[in-house]
């Protein structure tokens, strides 16, 4: 079975955990890491065989177009991350159409490809914002995968379905959540990120098999650039468990990310969505 294999593109200082200690005005002033990270991730992925897809915040294709050619050469989706990694249920109706066409435009430009697929920052789509989906369905949306079907102290919609569903009743727009496991009864979050970074590997093995064998679905795994770099700058300013969140096992990710390259099937996500899609009908 061939699982979802996605990156979130957006650089070590425009994460969730550092949005109250980093102004977006102080960016440009800031050391940008994500073109060597991405580049590190490519060839990752190039001695796996794997193919991804690059969810994208529109902020940083504007500023590394040669990086955007580059991911799309070799053979990986470029999707969108959102312009500048505002939560959906920060933003109104009109506010979250301006951004995705925003980010859409600047990543079709710097990529030479069609964007289809979106992801919301922070996975923000949730049961505050019905109508992002209905959004992203106007737009032309093929596939969204913003929602995480969990409770988070910073996201999450626990009433979610776990795998693929339409959220718009007549739209064709496909929602793959992030992957959870179920153990017991209760969910547990198993698609990537933090959890794969700082939980033992087994655990995120043992998670995808069991996604793979006992629900015979996809996983739907994601990682950041940032992740699989151990010498970007600290931010001692920054909360305690913001940091212990943000730095811990980063020297250990890539290690781990080459053992899961081999022991699963990975694609993109528009690949996954077009499976699903046809599951669903």
Not at 21 to 40: F, Q
Not at 108 to 119: F, K, L, N, Q
Not at 172 to 177: D, F, G, R, T
Not at 271 to 281: H, T
């Amino acid at each position: 079975m061939v699982n979802g294999l996605s990156v979130d593109v957006e650089d070590w200082f425009q994460v969730g955990a550092f949005e109250r200690t980093i102004a977006r005005s102080d960016w440009d002033g800031l050391e940008r890491r994500v073109e060597r990270n991405c580049d590190a991730i490519l060839q990752l992925f190039a001695d796996a065989g794997a193919k991804a897809t690059f969810f994208t915040l529109g902020w940083v294709a504007e500023r590394h177009p040669a990086m955007m050619r580059r991911i799309a050469g070799q053979g990986h989706e470029i999707a969108s991350h959102g312009w500048d990694h505002a939560r959906v249920f920060t933003l109104g109706r009109d506010a979250f159409a301006q951004d995705i066409a925003r980010a859409r435009a600047v990543l079709e430009d710097a990529s030479g490809t069609r964007v289809t697929g979106y992801r919301a920052p922070s996975f923000s789509i949730d049961a505050r914002t019905p109508w992002a989906h209905e959004v992203l369905a106007e737009h032309g949306y093929a596939y969204s995968s913003s929602v995480a079907p969990i409770v988070h102290d910073h996201y999450g919609w626990r009433e979610a379905p776990r795998f693929a569903f339409r959220p718009v009743e007549g739209a064709p727009l496909i929602e793959i959540p992030v992957t959870t496991a179920e153990v017991a009864g209760r969910r547990m979050a198993a698609g990537g990120g933090g959890f794969f970074r700082l939980l033992p590997y087994a655990v995120s093995r043992w998670a995808v098999a069991r996604v793979n064998s006992r629900d015979h679905r996809p996983a739907a795994f994601y990682f950041h650039p940032w992740e699989i770099d151990p010498g970007q700058p600290r931010r001692n300013d920054a909360p305690l468990r913001s940091r212990l969140r943000h730095y811990t096992n980063l020297d250990a990710m890539a290690g781990k990310l080459r053992r899961l390259l081999g022991d699963f099937a990975w694609g993109r996500m528009d690949e996954v969505a077009r499976a699903e899609a046809a599951r669903l009908g």
